[in-house]
């Protein structure tokens, strides 16, 4: 099956600082990656949409100036947290997709903790 | 407006003991239906894509169906490893590409 990576697993930070993470298709090319948050005991709330090469499609409420997001390959796209506070503290999950219609397939998600 | 409803919100199992989750949903038209596993900690992991009313999808002791309006997972003699978070996500005609997500079950299996 389709694998995705994230790294880093897990990341603690100082509040102020900024935090990358990385997504990675390791066996298909991605023509769209998503990035979603996740709190405790809910579902998934998508951030942003990315397609390879283009700029990322924020959803409603989402700070784009906060969380930066890149898709400059078809296997990669990277979301920095920049100047992160503790309510920034959260489950980042991405996901990659090939098809329009076809399946997601997520990454095993990044655990941030801002101190 | 486009939406998905998942019930039950938790469920309890004796392992064993075979039982149904439902996803139902509201589009304009469907381009796809997409069951995931998570637990606790971990990322979505993709079980089953439906697209059409009548399909059905079988993996080990999961089978998925799908209707017009509703699509059920069928868990025959669960075991405690079954256990875990059962998402629904459904990819709709009205114009964008992104899942709309139900609230999810959550499925414990007491051995």
């Known amino acids: 099956g389709a694998v995705v990576s994230q790294h880093p697993s897990r990341v603690i930070c100082k509040s102020g600082t900024s935090v990358k993470i990385e997504c990675r298709s390791l066996d298909f090319q991605a023509t769209t990656m998503f990035w979603y948050r996740q709190f405790p005991k809910q579902s998934l709330m998508l951030m942003a949409t990315s397609n390879e090469g283009s700029k990322a499609t924020y959803e409603q409420g989402v700070e784009k100036d906060k969380f930066l997001i890149n898709h400059a390959s078809l296997t990669l796209s990277t979301l920095t947290v920049t100047s992160a506070h503790p309510e920034d503290s959260s489950f980042y999950i991405c996901?990659?997709?090939?098809?329009?219609?076809?399946?997601?397939?997520f990454g095993p998600g990044t655990r941030l903790t801002v101190l | 407006e486009d939406q998905v409803t998942q019930s039950p919100e938790a469920l309890r199992l004796q392992e064993g003991e075979s039982s149904s989750l439902n996803c139902s949903y509201t589009?304009?038209?469907?381009?796809?239906l997409f069951w995931y596993r998570q637990d606790p900690g971990k990322g979505p992991e993709f079980l089953f894509t439906?697209?059409?009313a009548g399909e059905e999808k079988e993996k080990e002791r999961l089978k998925a169906t799908l209707t017009k309006k509703e699509s059920f997972l069928h868990i025959t003699a669960p075991k405690p490893e079954d256990s875990a978070t059962y998402l629904c996500a459904v990819l709709s005609t009205s114009g964008t590409y992104k899942y709309i997500f139900g609230t999810g079950t959550r499925l414990k299996v007491l051995a």
């Open positions: 589009v304009s038209g469907l381009r796809g």
């Open positions: 996901s990659a997709r090939d098809l329009p219609d076809s399946e997601q397939f």
């Open positions: 439906l697209y059409s």
